[in-house]
């Protein structure tokens, strides 16, 4: 089981990103996948997830700026982030719904600068 997280960085408030996340087919095939998000001194959060038919559910606090996407045929789970705010500063990860501990991988680094 693996699941690879990628596309984080270092953005001015305002700014997007598109983070991306690998995962092996054995978990991705038939699962509702999420992303979750760790700030710093903070349990983590689910921020949005996705079925495998493509129906999504977000958090209040990304709601109308972030939006989860999938594609089945790569195996690979997106998160486009628009608007981003010092707040949405975390390491990402992705995981399945709900959440395995036994899946969490290194996650990607998101720094939003005010």
């Known amino acids: 089981v693996q699941l690879v997280e990628s596309g984080g960085g270092l953005v001015e408030a305002g700014g997007s990103l598109r983070l991306s996340c690998a995962a092996s087919g054995s978990i991705f095939s038939s699962n509702v996948m999420g992303w979750y998000r760790q700030g710093p001194g903070k349990q983590r959060e689910l921020v949005a997830i996705?079925?495998?038919?493509?129906?999504?559910n977000y958090a209040d606090f990304v709601k109308g700026r972030f939006t989860i996407s999938r594609d089945n045929a790569r195996n690979t789970v997106y998160l486009q982030m628009d608007s981003l705010n010092p707040e949405d500063t975390a390491v990402y990860y992705c995981n399945v719904y709900p959440r395995n501990t036994n899946y969490w991988g290194q996650g990607t680094q998101v720094t939003v600068s005010s």
């Open positions: 996705i079925t495998r038919g493509g129906n999504t």
